[in-house]
Each structure stands twice: as structure tokens, then as C-alpha cells.
T-cell receptor, first 111, second 114 residues
Framework: AQTVTQSQPEMSVQEAETVTLSCTYD???????LFWYKQPPSRQMILVIR??????QNATENRFSVNFQKAAKSFSLKISDSQLGDAAMYFC????????FGTGTRLQVFP | GEEVAQTPKHLVRGEGQKAKLYCAPI?????VFWYQQVLKNEFKFLIS????????ETGMPKERFSAKCLPNSPCSLEIQATKLEDSAVYFC????????????FGQGTRLTVV
């Protein structure tokens, strides 16, 4: 069965600094995608970044990038130059026929 | 429409009452997914549809939960005889192909059972 594990219930970062959120997963698929979603207090689920497993290159989206280690089944999210608006719950997710979510990491950003 | 529309935003029901939630997926999206997010923020998959057909219902508590996606109507999730533990935010998501492209989420319906 597909599993996704986020071992950091909470993280905090100072504004303008860099923070890394961890995610590990398990899958029997050879080709798959991995996602990071952001859920601010408004509850809206926002796709932050997507990684295709067959691609060697780590995905980047502006200040967001991933460190994808396929052999280790690790998919961490790096947020650079953190902003107050980055404060939210972050969910790692792996899709098969449905999205399997991790338990989330609450990110606090301090001025 | 260009976004997943969920109604109502908030729903309060007395224990034992029925609750019905609605979801209009993005036009042209073939797949619809329902998730339950409880207070601990964990997402529980309930059911998915491919057009009007049930695709995967492994997460549904079948004795009280039912769901439909009929042509030309919003999809619905119905809970008969609600219990306190049904209190949660229910999210609907839709995707054009399968969920490994991108799933777009609605804003959720917060169900409170009192």
C-alpha cells in the first residue's frame, strides 16, 4: 500500500530565512508523481510543487524547490526567503488512483 | 466553471439528522474525489468517481455514507443519521485525467454535528 510520512508536526522559520520540510513515502510503482500542497487558514488546498519520479532534475517553483531522492524515497520541500504568507499547513502527497496525504507540517513564520 | 464549487460552506446538524453536501467539479474534469479532514488535519479518502461511475469507494463508511455524481448535476455526498465523529471538513477535488496530473480542490464544507 502507498504510504506518505511527514515526521515534523511543526516547524518555524524567521522571515527571509530558509526552511526544509521532510517527507518520505513508500510505493511499488515505478513511475509516479509527488506533490506538496499548502493549506493556509482559509483551508484552501493549493498545489505548491510537483515532481515526476522519472525526472532526475529536482522541481523548482520560484522560492520553492524539492530535494527528491528516489532511492531513499524522500521528497523534501525547501522554502527560500520565507515570507509571512508562507505560514500554513503543508501536506506531502503521493497519487496513485487517489491522493495519499501525509499528516502535515504546520509552518510558522516569525518576523 | 473554472473552480471546484462546494456548497454549503458550513453545515450544522443535530446528531441523527441527515447531511447533504454538494460539489460542482471543474467543467471537463472526469474525476471527482471526496476527502474528509478531521480536526487533527489528517485527510481521509472517501470515494472517487470517473464521470458518473464509482471509481474507488474503499474509504466510505457504507452504512451511513453515500455519494453520487449524476450527469448535469452537482456531485453529492450524503450522511444519514450523523454522529458526532462525522464533524469534519469535507473536501471535493476534481482532475481532468487521473489524480497524478493535478487535482483541484474546492474550499470545503465544514460539517458540525451537535
Amino acid at each position: 500500500a502507498q504510504t506518505v510520512t511527514q515526521s515534523q508536526p511543526e516547524m518555524s522559520v524567521q522571515e527571509a530565512e530558509t526552511v526544509t520540510l521532510s517527507c518520505t513515502y513508500d510505493t511499488s510503482e515505478s513511475d509516479y508523481y509527488l506533490f506538496w500542497y499548502k493549506q493556509p487558514p482559509s483551508r484552501q488546498m493549493i498545489l505548491v510543487i510537483r515532481q515526476e519520479a522519472y525526472k532526475q532534475q529536482n522541481a523548482t517553483e520560484n522560492r520553492f524547490s524539492v530535494n527528491f531522492q528516489k532511492a531513499a524515497k524522500s521528497f523534501s520541500l525547501k522554502i527560500s526567503d520565507s515570507q509571512l504568507g508562507d505560514a500554513a499547513m503543508y501536506f506531502c502527497a503521493s497519487p496513485t488512483d487517489k491522493l495519499i496525504f501525509g499528516t502535515g507540517t504546520r509552518l510558522q513564520v516569525f518576523p | 466553471g473554472e473552480e471546484v464549487a462546494q456548497t454549503p460552506k458550513h453545515l450544522v446538524r443535530g446528531e441523527g439528522q441527515k447531511a447533504k453536501l454538494y460539489c460542482a467539479p471543474i467543467k471537463g474534469h472526469s474525476y471527482v474525489f471526496w476527502y474528509q479532514q478531521v480536526l487533527k488535519n489528517e485527510f481521509k479518502f472517501l470515494i472517487s468517481f470517473q464521470n458518473e461511475n464509482v471509481f474507488d469507494e474503499t474509504g466510505m463508511p457504507k452504512e451511513r455514507f453515500s455519494a453520487k455524481c449524476l450527469p448535469n448535476s452537482p456531485c453529492s455526498l450524503e450522511i444519514q443519521a450523523t454522529k458526532l465523529e462525522d464533524s469534519a471538513v469535507y473536501f471535493c477535488a476534481s482532475s481532468q485525467f487521473r489524480v497524478d496530473t493535478e487535482a483541484f480542490f474546492g474550499q470545503g464544507t465544514r460539517l458540525t454535528v451537535v
